[in-house]
């Protein structure tokens, strides 16, 4: 979307089944193998728990309570808007669709 400022921004203007609506998941699958992620956390609730262990996604959920927190950090851009994750950006990140991003909070110890 042009007026977004390009797909890697429709995430501000758009939300829910207007932005995603699941079908990001073997996407999300080919990241973890690609990047060699054996250890983080996601929250991807599109689909359910079913669609992630049909992918072989085998993340934590992301803790209710944001603490304690090491490693990648997928997460859906509309739960990104939802939930009002801004404190997150001081961390490093990527978007590898434009639904979701990969936050680094550092390797696990």
């Known amino acids: 979307n042009e007026f977004a400022g390009g797909s890697?921004?429709?995430y501000k203007i758009l939300v829910d089944s207007n932005l995603d609506w699941g079908q990001d998941l073997y996407r999300i699958k080919q990241?973890?193998?690609n990047h060699k992620i054996s250890e983080g956390y996601?929250?991807?609730p599109w689909d359910g728990d079913s669609a992630l262990e049909y992918y072989g996604i085998n993340l934590k959920p992301l803790p209710?309570?944001?603490t304690n927190i090491k490693?990648?950090?997928i997460i859906a851009a509309t739960y990104y808007q939802y939930l009002k994750l801004d404190w997150i950006n001081k961390y490093p990140y990527e978007q590898i669709t434009p639904g979701v991003f990969v936050f680094d909070f550092g390797t696990p110890s």
């Open 8 to 10: 890697k921004n429709d």
């Open 31 to 33: 990241y973890i193998d």
């Open 42 to 44: 996601i929250y991807y």
């Open 64 to 66: 209710a309570d944001y």
């Open 71 to 73: 490693g990648k950090v």
